[in-house]
């Protein structure tokens, strides 16, 4: 019941692939990758990245809640913007992946 949360919508398709993915990563990477996620702290160089940025943020993700979209608006360099998808979960390019790429077309046009 977990993976549908993570992956964002009951998509079974969507579902089966991160399955797919996520059980055949072998331990010891997915111990790697896990705690080098869970460790990283890079609040400190946001400020660095001059460059603007779109954040592209689903309007309900169960891993990381909207309040870290303005963090990083509001904290790196450049001039910033936050694009809602109207979708919920983590994963939109599994469960929504038509809605993030006209929000990515979108936002590389301008």
Not at 12 to 40: C, G, H, K
Not at 69 to 93: F, I, K, S
Request: glycine content about 6%.
């Amino acid at each position: 019941k977990k993976l549908p949360l993570a992956v964002g919508a009951d998509v079974p398709a969507a579902v089966q692939e991160f399955s797919r993915t996520l059980f055949n990563m072998r331990p010891d990477i997915a111990f790697y990758v896990s705690r080098t996620v869970f460790n990283s702290d890079l609040r400190g160089v946001l400020g660095l990245v001059k460059v603007p940025c779109c954040i592209i943020q689903t309007s309900n993700d169960t891993s990381v809640p909207n309040s870290v979209a303005d963090y990083l608006r509001d904290h790196l360099g450049g001039q910033n913007t936050v694009e809602m998808l109207e979708t919920e979960g983590h994963l939109p390019h599994l469960s929504a992946p038509a809605l993030l790429a006209r929000k990515l077309q979108r936002a590389l046009s301008q």
